[in-house]
């Protein structure tokens, strides 16, 4: 049985490393859909919501500041024990109360978060993978960090492999935008 929350007609969960451009992305189609028919929901907002309870600033671990970073290893350990304990608990906070016939799951970072979704809502789930050249990333501020570009938050979708869609974001305007503008038709054709 679906959680609480609308009954979507399309789940699109991106994944992607850092940098690679997820949120740019998912910006990008709401923009173009409108928040009233599409909604980005980030499975990190409520993890740093609950590890902001650790008496950190919750706006400030939102931004792509050195303060997130400061606290992101023991934010991606402190998740990894909430996930361990209950592998749902991060997806089901995210669709509570949503309404919007289209979901668009910005930050997907584990096998365990597409089967989630797949149990919950079924055939309307379908996987985007945001891929970026290093080159690119590293244009976009992008530093390996050991304990995080190795870990799993980064590294658990690596072989999946059976992506429904793949999104090439690798600073080339003109390719990203007819990538967009397929994806944009398959989701007008879902409303």
């Keep these: 049985m679906a959680p609480l929350g609308g009954a979507p007609r399309l789940v699109l969960l991106f994944s992607g490393k850092r940098k690679s451009g997820k949120d740019f992305?998912?910006?990008?189609?709401?923009?173009?859909?409108?928040?009233?028919v599409c909604a980005v929901l980030r499975l990190s907002g409520p993890l740093k919501e609950q590890y902001a309870q650790?008496?950190?600033n919750f706006?400030?671990?939102?931004?792509?500041s050195t303060y997130k970073e400061a606290f992101r290893k023991d934010?991606?350990?402190?998740?990894?024990e909430k996930r361990q304990a209950d592998p749902g608990f991060f997806c089901r906070k995210i669709v509570e109360g949503i309404s919007q016939p289209i979901w668009l799951v910005s930050d997907t970072r584990?096998?365990?978060d597409i089967q989630w979704f797949r149990e919950a809502?079924?055939?309307?789930t379908q996987t985007v993978r945001v891929v970026a050249l290093e080159q690119?990333?590293?244009?976009?501020?992008?530093?390996?960090t050991p304990g995080v570009d190795d870990a799993e938050s980064e590294c658990g979708l690596d072989n999946f492999g059976d992506f429904d869609w793949v999104i090439e974001n690798?600073?080339?305007e003109q390719r990203l935008e007819e990538q967009l503008e397929n994806l944009i038709e398959f989701i007008r054709s879902r409303l």
Excluded at 25 to 36: C, M, N, P
Excluded at 75 to 80: K, L, Q
Excluded at 136 to 144: E, K, M, T, Y
């Design 121 to 124: 809502y079924g055939a309307v």
């Design 75 to 80: 934010m991606i350990r402190w998740g990894e």
């Design 59 to 64: 706006q400030r671990l939102l931004d792509t």
């Design 136 to 144: 690119s990333r590293q244009q976009r501020g992008w530093v390996f």
């Design 170 to 172: 690798h600073g080339v």
């Design 54 to 56: 650790h008496g950190l």
């Design 25 to 36: 992305v998912t910006e990008a189609l709401q923009s173009r859909l409108g928040a009233d």
């Design 110 to 112: 584990r096998v365990s």
